[in-house]
């Protein structure tokens, strides 16, 4: 209950540092000014007063999910006590942001071998997120799985994704196969009350069932049951989860914009866009905040890559978000980050105190250049490692900056999605574009439906049977 204890919470705010933005640190041709944060008072006040107005309206309704689940979160708490009880086994059929959260959110706040522990130190189910159709995959884990013991629990906001509708068919029928009436016992459905075919399809079944809010949209939906029940399933507490989101929220009501810093993030961000900066690095130096980037990717990238905006004007926008990893990235992608192209903002993650610490031990006293490592921590290694990072991407003049956790916990990564999340809304504010659609994800669904026969797409089909031919001499 630390989240009810003011002194707590403040002392878990995370710090967003943007020194190596600034025109000081990175020179005056990449870099930013007070003089530039003025000039765009206006673009900055727009994105505030823009997502303050239409908070809890239309697809915003992901911005009242910290106050607006109580009852709903009681029903997910009894629900994982009793999956709890019955199952050793929860898997997640779902993909994109019914995916992407749970996956990122179990990785942060479980044992990072959760799985692998023996059940009576694990003490709560293992969790497998299944975001996609390789065959492989599927039969790997139906080798794996004791089906007496596994709940599962299929997501889809709108109901009718075929990756996830394909892996529900696969799943029920060897349920029903092998538990006919019982089957749905070992099925909880999430997904949208108002359209779709999984409610009709849950409803017909007599599944458990949770609903994602209208207003709630795939990349926004970790904080409504697509992530609070997986979580809750593992032993997380969403309570504080959610605490920490609602903290996060009132810092960003401050409309000052070197107070608020989803909105000063925003205003980077577009900033460094105009000049160019094309490309969105999330690196956490942290293995528990590694699938953060990959949910992250999907928030920046469906967010705020957009053809127009919001009165018809073709802009193709967005930046490409790009995913590494502190440490292990610097032996792989930082060359690139340092002497490549400028056309990249760098977002690294750190945290401030580990939850746990391995010290190196003495040895190799004879040879000083391995010796120097001793006498230090893994925790002191990767902290000096990301500072040196942090220092040698400015030396090049290449913007990055950090956004600092006290540490990991339910709190601290509350205050974290729900900044990004708002940072997004606000970046999508000042780019005058829709936030929160996604037509691009269409073109591609829509071929895979005509090419399967689906009704209703053949005049998709018959396009497609008129598009150009592959050319055999293109092949090698
Ligand atoms: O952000 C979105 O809405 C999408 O990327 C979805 O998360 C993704 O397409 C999966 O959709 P659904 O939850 O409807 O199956």
Same mark, same amino acid.
């Given at each position: 209950?630390?989240?009810?204890? *003011?002194?707590?919470?403040? !002392?878990?705010?995370?710090?967003?540092?943007?020194?190596?933005?600034?025109?000081?640190?990175?020179?005056?041709?990449?870099?930013?000014?007070? %003089?530039?944060?003025?000039? @765009?008072?206006?673009?900055?006040?727009?994105?505030?007063?823009?997502?303050?107005?239409?908070?809890?309206?239309?697809?915003?309704?992901?911005?009242?999910?910290?106050?607006?689940?109580?009852?709903?979160?009681?029903?997910?708490?009894?629900?994982?006590?009793?999956?709890?009880?019955?199952?050793?086994?929860? &898997?997640?059929?779902?993909?994109?942001? !019914?995916?992407?959260?749970? +996956?990122?959110?179990?990785?942060?706040?479980?044992?990072?071998?959760?799985?692998?522990?023996?059940? /009576? &130190?694990?003490?709560?189910?293992?969790?497998?997120?299944?975001?996609?159709?390789?065959?492989?995959?599927?039969?790997?884990?139906?080798?794996?799985? @004791?089906?007496?013991?596994?709940?599962?629990?299929?997501?889809?906001?709108?109901?009718?994704?075929? =990756?996830?509708?394909?892996?529900?068919? +696969?799943?029920?029928?060897?349920?029903?196969?092998?538990?006919? *009436?019982?089957? *749905?016992?070992?099925?909880?459905?999430?997904?949208?009350? /108002?359209?779709?075919?999984?409610? %009709?399809?849950?409803?017909?079944?007599?599944?458990? #069932?949770?609903?994602?809010?209208?207003?709630?949209?795939?990349?926004? !939906?970790?904080?409504?049951?697509?992530?609070?029940?997986?979580?809750?399933?593992?032993?997380?507490?969403?309570?504080?989860?959610?605490?920490?989101?609602?903290?996060?929220?009132?810092?960003?009501?401050?409309?000052?914009?070197?107070?608020?810093?989803?909105?000063?993030?925003?205003?980077?961000?577009?900033?460094?866009?105009?000049?160019?900066?094309?490309?969105?690095?999330?690196?956490?130096?942290?293995?528990?905040?590694?699938?953060?980037?990959?949910?992250?990717?999907?928030?920046?990238?469906?967010?705020?890559?957009? !053809?127009?905006?919001?009165?018809?004007?073709?802009?193709?926008?967005?930046?490409?978000?790009?995913?590494?990893?502190?440490?292990?990235?610097?032996?792989?992608? &930082?060359?690139? $980050?340092?002497?490549?192209?400028?056309?990249?903002?760098?977002?690294?993650?750190?945290?401030?105190?580990?939850?746990?610490?391995?010290?190196?031990?003495?040895?190799?006293?004879?040879?000083?250049?391995?010796?120097?490592?001793?006498?230090?921590?893994?925790?002191?290694?990767?902290?000096?490692?990301?500072?040196?990072?942090? $220092?040698?991407? #400015?030396?090049?003049?290449?913007? @990055?900056?950090?956004?600092?956790?006290?540490?990991?916990?339910?709190? #601290?990564?509350?205050?974290?999605?729900?900044?990004? =999340?708002?940072?997004?809304? $606000?970046?999508?504010?000042?780019?005058?574009?829709?936030?929160?659609?996604?037509?691009?994800?269409?073109?591609? %669904?829509?071929? #895979?439906?005509?090419?399967?026969?689906?009704?209703?797409?053949?005049?998709?089909?018959?396009?497609?049977?008129?598009?150009?031919?592959?050319?055999?001499?293109?092949?090698?």
């Amino acid at each position: 209950m630390n989240y009810k204890n *003011k002194e707590w919470c403040k !002392s878990m705010s995370l710090t967003l540092d943007y020194n190596n933005m600034m025109a000081e640190y990175v020179g005056e041709k990449e870099g930013f000014t007070v %003089k530039d944060f003025n000039d @765009n008072k206006k673009l900055s006040s727009f994105a505030f007063n823009y997502v303050k107005e239409h908070r809890g309206e239309g697809m915003m309704g992901w911005t009242e999910l910290p106050y607006n689940q109580k009852e709903i979160v009681n029903d997910i708490i009894a629900t994982a006590k009793d999956i709890k009880k019955k199952f050793d086994n929860f &898997v997640v059929l779902g993909i994109g942001g !019914s995916a992407l959260g749970p +996956i990122s959110v179990f990785q942060a706040l479980c044992h990072l071998k959760h799985n692998e522990l023996p059940k /009576s &130190v694990r003490k709560f189910p293992k969790l497998y997120v299944e975001d996609n159709v390789d065959p492989e995959r599927m039969q790997a884990l139906l080798d794996v799985l @004791n089906l007496d013991k596994t709940c599962f629990n299929v997501i889809t906001k709108s109901g009718g994704t075929s =990756e996830t509708m394909s892996q529900y068919l +696969i799943i029920m029928d060897i349920l029903k196969k092998k538990y006919g *009436k019982n089957a *749905k016992d070992h099925m909880i459905a999430t997904t949208s009350l /108002s359209k779709g075919n999984l409610i %009709k399809i849950a409803k017909e079944e007599g599944l458990k #069932t949770f609903y994602i809010p209208d207003g709630v949209g795939g990349r926004f !939906s970790e904080l409504c049951p697509v992530g609070l029940l997986p979580a809750a399933v593992v032993g997380i507490d969403i309570k504080q989860l959610l605490a920490g989101a609602g903290y996060m929220d009132k810092v960003c009501k401050n409309k000052d914009v070197r107070k608020n810093p989803a909105l000063m993030s925003a205003l980077l961000e577009c900033l460094a866009m105009k000049k160019g900066k094309n490309i969105s690095v999330m690196m956490p130096y942290s293995d528990g905040l590694k699938y953060i980037a990959d949910w992250y990717c999907q928030l920046w990238g469906e967010s705020l890559g957009k !053809s127009v905006d919001r009165d018809g004007n073709v802009v193709n926008v967005g930046q490409t978000p790009v995913k590494a990893l502190g440490v292990t990235d610097q032996h792989s992608q &930082v060359q690139l $980050y340092r002497e490549g192209p400028f056309d990249k903002v760098i977002t690294i993650l750190g945290v401030k105190n580990f939850r746990t610490n391995v010290e190196i031990p003495n040895g190799c006293d004879n040879i000083p250049d391995v010796a120097f490592l001793s006498g230090h921590t893994m925790g002191e290694l990767i902290n000096t490692e990301r500072v040196a990072t942090e $220092y040698a991407l #400015t030396t090049a003049n290449r913007l @990055n900056y950090t956004v600092l956790l006290p540490e990991i916990n339910a709190f #601290t990564l509350g205050e974290l999605l729900f900044m990004f =999340e708002l940072e997004t809304a $606000y970046c999508g504010a000042m780019l005058n574009i829709d936030t929160f659609n996604q037509p691009g994800v269409e073109g591609g %669904k829509n071929a #895979t439906y005509a090419l399967f026969g689906r009704k209703g797409y053949e005049n998709t089909k018959k396009e497609m049977d008129n598009s150009p031919k592959k050319n055999p001499e293109y092949f090698c």
